[in-house]
Nanobody, 127 residues
Framework: QVQLVESGGGLVQAGGPLRLSCAAS????????MGWFRQVPGKEREFVAA????????YAADSVKGRFTISRDIAKNTVYLQMNSLKPEDTAVYYC????????????????????WGQGTQVTVSS
């Protein structure tokens, strides 16, 4: 059974850091792009960051650029999202996902291009 399990969410004060992890099990995702998305109640899930299968290309949404960094550890089958200088507007449920197609040097930014999803982890930033 394929699983993506996020961890590391919680409550943090504005300006603080938090690191999310997404551990994959059931198969290896080393050949697939990975992405982070977030969603608040009543709004659509939105793109946060993505990384190519090789780790050579990363992209971040304008709203988090310069504050959030995505990375991956192939050996551990894990992807990370380092979040710094957090703002109250970053409060959301964060989801990791694995892309539908393998070996994409440019990771997709659209959630429809992702096939496997984790259950999400809540991040709450207090002002």
């Amino acid at each position: 059974q394929v699983q993506l399990v996020e961890s590391g969410g919680g409550l943090v004060q504005a300006g603080g850091p938090l690191r999310l992890s997404c551990a994959a099990s059931g198969r290896t995702f080393s050949s697939y792009a990975m992405g982070w998305f977030r969603q608040v109640p009543g709004k659509e899930r939105e793109f946060v960051a993505a990384i190519s299968w090789s780790g050579g290309s990363t992209y971040a949404a304008d709203s988090v650029k310069g504050r959030f960094t995505i990375s991956r550890d192939i050996a551990k089958n894990t992807v990370y999202l380092q979040m710094n200088s957090l703002k109250p507007e970053d409060t959301a449920v964060y989801y990791c996902a694995a892309s539908r197609l393998p070996l994409q040097y440019i990771p997709p930014l659209d959630l429809s291009e992702y096939h496997y999803w984790g259950q999400g982890t809540q991040v709450t930033v207090s002002s």
